[in-house]
């Protein structure tokens, strides 16, 4: 079964940083990787999407790798600005194949930029 | 961009009641809604897979007659609690994917409150 964490948890930093958010899986004959943006009370937002095949995908300020063989992703959001306070979360579906994209989520990371 | 809406957004009532949510894709057919469900502070749990047309693929320790899915139509699928107790106050959320594509469109929630 697979299971996917997102450490840390939460993470502050001051407006400019660069945000670098991490990403676990435990099988890693994954079909793709997606990252979203849930801001508090609200749905999820779509912010990039990694086949299995790929490295890495960009999105302006945002830059999502994928290491299939040791089971892990990375977002990085340069230069965080106040807006991109909100929680990420990482996504994966169950197995090799797009099984029908049911996804598995990780925990989450509460990210907070202070101006 | 293709957009999920859910009815209603906000929703409380008493124990024992049943309360329906819908989502509905506003652009796109989708042949197959996700609904999700997230308590405080955890991440999203899939709860069932909707397809229009059939009868919907729930999740493992999700039941069936609890939550009703109906799938009617390639715009909308409504999820019924049925005899809804406090412990079913959650937030739930749907998805809807456009055919032969992998991303996943999520709606804004619904948050339900059972005193």
């Known amino acids: 079964k697979q299971e996917v964490t997102q450490i840390p948890a939460a993470l502050s930093v001051p407006e400019g940083e660069n945000l670098v958010l991490n990403c676990s899986f435990t099988?890693?004959?994954?079909?793709?990787l997606q990252w979203f943006r849930q801001d508090p009370g609200k749905g999820l937002t779509s912010l990039l999407l990694?086949?299995?095949?790929?490295r890495e995908q960009t999105s302006g300020r945002l830059n999502a790798s994928l290491d299939k063989s040791s089971g892990r992703s990375t977002l990085y959001i340069a230069a965080s600005q106040p807006g991109d306070s909100a929680t990420y979360l990482c996504?994966?579906?169950?197995?090799?194949?797009?099984?029908?994209?049911?996804?598995?989520f990780g925990g989450g990371t509460r990210v907070l930029v202070k101006p | 961009g293709a957009v999920v809406s859910q009815h209603p957004s906000w929703v409380i009532c008493k124990s024992g009641t049943s309360v329906k949510i819908e989502c509905r894709s506003l652009d796109f057919q989708a042949t197959t809604m996700f609904w999700y469900r997230q308590f405080p502070k955890q991440s999203l749990m899939l709860m069932a897979t909707?397809?229009?047309?059939?009868?919907?693929?729930?999740e493992q320790g999700v039941e069936k007659d609890k939550f009703l899915i109906n799938h009617a139509s390639l715009t909308l699928s409504t999820l019924t609690v049925t005899s809804a107790h406090p412990e079913d106050s959650s937030f739930y959320i749907c998805?809807?994917?456009?055919?032969?594509?992998?991303?996943?469109?999520f709606g804004p929630g619904t948050r339900l409150l059972v005193l």
């Open positions: 099988d890693s004959a994954i079909y793709n």
């Open positions: 990694i086949q299995s095949s790929q």
């Open positions: 998805s809807a994917r456009l055919p032969y594509q992998e991303t996943q469109y």
């Open positions: 996504a994966v579906p169950p197995g090799p194949q797009a099984a029908g994209n049911k996804l598995t």
């Open positions: 909707s397809n229009e047309g059939s009868k919907a693929t729930y």
